[in-house]
């Protein structure tokens, strides 16, 4: 049970693990007593596997496990505490609050830098009234983004780096995963450019709840798992979640690939899926426009 434990907390599927030794019950009952007799005992030790990756949660756990300690234990038989929590941390002990925000903060700058400049613009939408290729308009339009995007995510990284942040693992994987975002990002601002239909106007009232949930409900300020359930569903609609997601992972607990492969799939197929609907929409507002002009034509 205790490997089974450990094995969770080191996967990532659970935040703690509270491993209780054989003799816990005897030991905490004798040093209770030796507290009543005004003698001493070794306290009970309680072993606690908690995931560093996440200074505030692991803040939170063992701030609240010695509280519950306290009020079960001390309150009930007015004794010091007869338990001392032993906590094993995995994933840097040293990891501090400005390391987990860093990978956020990066995803959180990239993602707007991609998806405001693809919502503002009206390439495909203009080349369709324009009597152009939109098709063609809207493929450059998207290479020219994701390059720049790209370029962008490169320096930001190098930058990044500068400063003493806390990474585990490889950086090029990070930059890889920032690389998924910008492609994730473009496609999901060229959808909402067409959904405005060349007018970006349009999408002024749209657009900063999106942003602003986006920041909220990806995982750079808390982790997705502390996001009311409620709203979970909606923090995975934004690639920004996947990105943040596997960067960190990557970063403080030095995960590789097929530890993320999930996050990877995840903003690939966002990118798929945004761009497919992207060119539909295009190819079905080119159909309704050559049926248009054909009508006109008829004699």
Same mark, same amino acid.
């Given at each position: 049970?205790?490997?089974?434990?450990?094995d969770?907390?080191?996967?990532?599927?659970?935040?703690?693990?509270?491993?209780?030794?054989?003799? /816990?019950?005897?030991?905490?009952?004798?040093?209770?007593?030796?507290?009543?007799?005004?003698?001493?005992?070794?306290?009970?030790?309680?072993?606690v596997?908690?995931?560093?990756?996440?200074?505030?949660?692991?803040?939170?756990?063992l701030?609240?496990?010695?509280?519950a300690?306290?009020?079960?234990?001390?309150?009930?038989?007015?004794?010091?505490?007869?338990?001392?929590?032993a906590?094993?941390?995995?994933?840097?002990?040293d990891?501090?609050?400005?390391?987990?925000?860093?990978?956020?903060?990066?995803?959180?700058?990239?993602? /707007?830098?991609?998806?405001?400049?693809?919502?503002?613009?009206?390439?495909?939408?203009?080349a369709?009234?324009?009597?152009?290729?939109?098709?063609?308009?809207?493929?450059?339009?998207?290479?020219?983004?994701?390059?720049?995007?790209?370029?962008?995510?490169?320096?930001?990284?190098?930058?990044?780096?500068?400063?003493?942040?806390?990474?585990e693992?490889?950086?090029?994987?990070?930059?890889?995963?920032?690389?998924?975002?910008?492609f994730?990002?473009?496609?999901?601002?060229?959808?909402?450019?067409?959904?405005?239909?060349?007018?970006?106007?349009?999408?002024?009232?749209?657009?900063?709840p999106?942003?602003?949930?986006?920041?909220?409900?990806?995982?750079?300020?808390?982790?997705?798992?502390s996001?009311?359930?409620?709203?979970?569903?909606?923090?995975?609609?934004?690639?920004?979640?996947?990105?943040?997601?596997?960067a960190?992972?990557?970063?403080?607990?030095?995960?590789?690939?097929?530890?993320?492969?999930?996050?990877?799939?995840?903003?690939?197929?966002?990118a798929a899926i945004?761009?497919?609907?992207?060119?539909?929409?295009?190819?079905?507002?080119?159909?309704?426009?050559n049926?248009?002009?054909g009508?006109?034509?008829?004699p």
């Open positions: 049970p205790e490997a089974k434990a450990a969770a907390v080191w996967d990532g599927d659970v935040r703690a693990a509270i491993i209780f030794s054989e003799n /816990f019950t005897s030991d905490v009952l004798a040093a209770i007593a030796a507290a009543n007799g005004d003698t001493f005992a070794v306290p009970a030790s309680l072993q596997i908690i995931d560093g990756s996440d200074p505030a949660a692991k803040g939170v756990v701030g609240d496990l010695s509280q300690v306290q009020i079960v234990l001390g309150a009930a038989y007015h004794v010091a505490l007869p338990i001392q929590i906590p094993t941390v995995y994933y840097g002990s990891i501090d609050q400005r390391d987990f925000m860093g990978p956020g903060i990066m995803g959180v700058v990239l993602f /707007f830098i991609v998806l405001i400049p693809a919502v503002m613009g009206d390439g495909p939408t203009r369709t009234k324009e009597g152009g290729c939109p098709r063609r308009d809207l493929l450059q339009r998207a290479t020219a983004l994701a390059v720049i995007g790209t370029l962008q995510a490169c320096v930001m990284l190098g930058t990044f780096l500068l400063f003493p942040v806390e990474h693992g490889s950086m090029l994987l990070v930059l890889f995963m920032f690389i998924m975002l910008v994730a990002s473009n496609g999901l601002g060229t959808l909402l450019s067409l959904s405005a239909r060349g007018d970006s106007k349009n999408l002024l009232p749209v657009l900063p999106i942003l602003f949930a986006a920041i909220i409900l990806s995982g750079m300020i808390i982790p997705v798992g996001v009311p359930g409620y709203l979970q569903p909606v923090s995975y609609c934004f690639p920004l979640t996947y990105a943040i997601d596997g960190r992972a990557i970063m403080l607990r030095g995960w590789t690939a097929g530890d993320v492969v999930l996050d990877i799939a995840a903003l690939a197929a966002y945004t761009y497919s609907l992207s060119y539909f929409v295009v190819a079905r507002r080119m159909h309704g426009k049926a248009t002009e009508l006109s034509e008829a």
